[in-house]
Each structure stands twice: as structure tokens, then as C-alpha cells.
């Protein structure tokens, strides 16, 4: 009993100590435009501190036998994200860094030339994916992250010639205050113009590239607090997972989907912070709520970098997409407690479905999970990895 009752105090030890590391609570704002639809189970933006984060705006295909074109779906979505930024009292040049998701990558080109007159000057960093399937039919979702002080925004622009040609209107990485937004880059070498015949090399070169850029924000890998990675064959996602995981020491997620632009099969994107940034690991056991963590079914990690938490994107178990995104969200909330902060802290939230048909049923668990002031939120189709039907990542910041 007494091993027990002292196994129980140094967790709670533990936990009032993480807690009381968190710097002081941003002021957090829920920004909704006027005349957004209120019934949504996720915001339209959430605003903390600076930094704001929004949610995916959709190009919507309208009605009829002829679906609306590229250039008049990018224009609704980038409109969208306009409507949100004004919203909070800003504009397209506080945006940072955004993540585009097209229903057909043929739709690429169409894409770029919308997107890119929105910007006078300089353009966000930028992630671009083909989805399985998104939300509506949508051809388009967009979702950004903006920062408020126009004075601490600047790019990041390696020597000439030492990254590939960017495929698209987009910064190789972008600074907000202390955090460095990362574009997705792939594995083409910049000498060479060639790509690596497996997905290890292919990381391996991406990573290469991405430690260019870094190197010339005056960072290193060990300054990376979260990756994502883009597979295309879910039989390399192993191999993505386990050469990225070699490289860099951070949370991450992986997802498989259809296309990536050019021949790349793999595309990685980080965030990191100033060495400056105080920092702190944390993680929670596997099976502390059941099932494996993430697909390399190992414990469940995160990382806080000043008052921002980024945590391993996770799945649950079940028979249905109910059970595991509530299991999904369970294990989330462990892991987020163990660094100090809680569900309420959470900013965005990123939903993988297998099946986009799943959504009303996740939408019903995203409410219960976030009854009010909820976070934003992005929300798209990817190929399924096992017996999975969904898998959640997130950031919290107070």
C-alpha cells in the first residue's frame, strides 16, 4: 500500500511541476466572421496570444452535372481564410505558414496561380498534399496559421541553388517570433534534380534539405518541435516512419495519401523553435489508455516550446470510428496532461478519416470532446494504415 500511495504522489509530483512550468495563459480568442455558420463543432479560428490558427476553408464544388473550377474553388478557400483573418484584425501578410489539400493534384497548377495573387510580397511557407477525399465534395480545403506582429515575421531564404526550385509560390520557411514554419519539401537533390529510388533515400534527402533551411534560420535538427511526413504506398510508410525517425527527435505524424506534387513519394514539414525557447519532453506509456499509440505502437510523446505543446498525432482501437476517436482523444488528453496543459488548451486539431463518410459520426465525438470555445480544425480523407479509421493530431497553446 505504501508503494502505491508513493507511485502516486510522485505522478502527481510530477504533473504540478509540468503545470507549473507552463508559462502564464495567452489570452485565447475564439474568431468567428460575421456570418459564418454557427453550427459547426469546431471554430473558425482560434486566436492565442499572436498566433492564429485556422481552420480549413473549403472550395466547394456547387451543384449541377459541371463542378465549379479550380480557380473559383481556390478563390472560395482562399476567401474564406481572408474572412477569418479579417475577423481577427488582420490580413494575408500575417500568414505563415499553409497547408493545402487538393482532391487531384492535375488541379496543382490552377491552384498556384489563385493562391499566389493573394500575396504582394511575401508568401507563407506552404505544405501541399493530395487528399483521399475532402469534406463536400470539396476540390480544395486550405487551412493557415497567422501571426499578429508583422515586425517579427521575416523568411528564411538558403543560398541559391542549394534547395530545389520551388514548384509553386511559396517561402522555404518563414519565422513567426520564435517559431520557424517549414515548407513540405521532398527528396530531390538540388545538384542533381534527382529523386532517390526508395523512400529511404528519399527522406534521407528531404531531411538533407530541410537542415539546409534550418541551418541558414540559424538552426539545427535538435531545434525541430513536430514533423509531419506524406507517404504516397502505404507499404514505405514504415520506411518513411523509421528513416525520419533516425533524423529527427520530435513528435510526428504520418499519413498516407494519393499524390504529392512533382515525382516526390515522400514530403516532410517541421516546425521549430529558437534555442532560446525553454523546452521540455514529455510522454505517457502505449497502453495507457489502451492500444497502440501511433502506428510504430511506442509510447506517446510530446514536446513544449514556451507555451505551445505539440504531441505524436495517435489512433485508438474499436470496431467504429466512435470508439477510437474517443479513444483517440482519451489518450490525447493523458499525453497533453502529462506536458501541463489539457484538452481546453487545444488550439488545432488535424482528423485523418479512412472514410470521409465517417465524418457526421466524428463530428458528434469532436462535440463532446470540445463542448465549447472549440478549437479549429482540419479535416480530410487519407488511405488507411491497418485497422484504423482514425487518426488525430493537434497543438495546444496557452
Known sequence: MTSVRSAAWMVAAVVA??????????????????????????????????????????????????????????????????????????????????????????????????????????????????????????????????????????????PPGSLPAPLGPYSPAVWAGDTLYVSGMGGQDPATKAVGESVEAQVTQTVANITTTLKAAGL????????????????????????????????????????????????????????????????????????????????????????TVYVDAVIGTGDDVGAQARQAFARLGALLQAGGVGLQDVAVVTVYLTDIADLPRMNTIFKETFPTDPPARVTIQVQPQAKERIRIGLIAAR
Open 220 to 307: 539545427g535538427v535538435a531545434d525541430v518541435a513536430w514533423a509531419q511526413g506524406y507517404a504516397t504506398r502505404l507499404e514505405e510508410a514504415a520506411g518513411l516512419q523509421a528513416t525520419l525517425a533516425k533524423a529527427v527527435d520530435s513528435p510526428r505524424g504520418l499519413v498516407v495519401v494519393p499524390r504529392l506534387p512533382g515525382p516526390i513519394r515522400a514530403e516532410l514539414t517541421f516546425i521549430a523553435t529558437r534555442p532560446s525557447v525553454s523546452g521540455t519532453n514529455f510522454g505517457t506509456a502505449g497502453g495507457i489508455v489502451g492500444g497502440p499509440a501511433t502506428s510504430t505502437d511506442g509510447p506517446t510523446r510530446g514536446v513544449r516550446r514556451g507555451s
Open 17 to 158: 511541476m509540468l503545470t507549473c512550468a507552463v508559462p502564464a495563459s495567452a489570452q485565447r480568442r475564439v474568431i468567428r466572421p460575421e456570418g459564418a455558420p454557427t453550427d459547426r463543432p469546431y471554430s473558425p479560428g482560434v486566436l492565442v496570444g499572436q498566433t492564429l490558427y485556422i481552420s480549413g476553408q473549403l472550395g466547394l464544388p456547387e451543384t449541377g452535372p459541371t463542378p465549379a473550377a479550380m480557380d473559383v474553388q481556390a478563390r472560395q478557400a482562399m476567401d474564406g481564410v481572408g474572412g477569418v483573418l479579417k475577423a481577427a484584425g488582420l490580413g494575408y501578410q500575417h500568414l505563415v505558414k499553409c497547408h493545402v489539400y487538393l482532391a487531384n493534384m492535375d488541379d496543382y497548377a490552377a491552384m498556384n496561380a489563385v493562391y499566389g495573387s493573394y500575396f504582394i510580397d511575401r508568401v507563407p511557407a506552404r505544405t501541399t498534399v493530395q487528399a483521399v477525399a475532402l469534406p463536400a465534395g470539396a476540390g480544395i480545403q486550405i487551412a493557415c496559421i497567422g501571426y499578429a506582429d508583422l515586425a517579427r515575421i521575416s523568411v528564411v531564404r538558403p
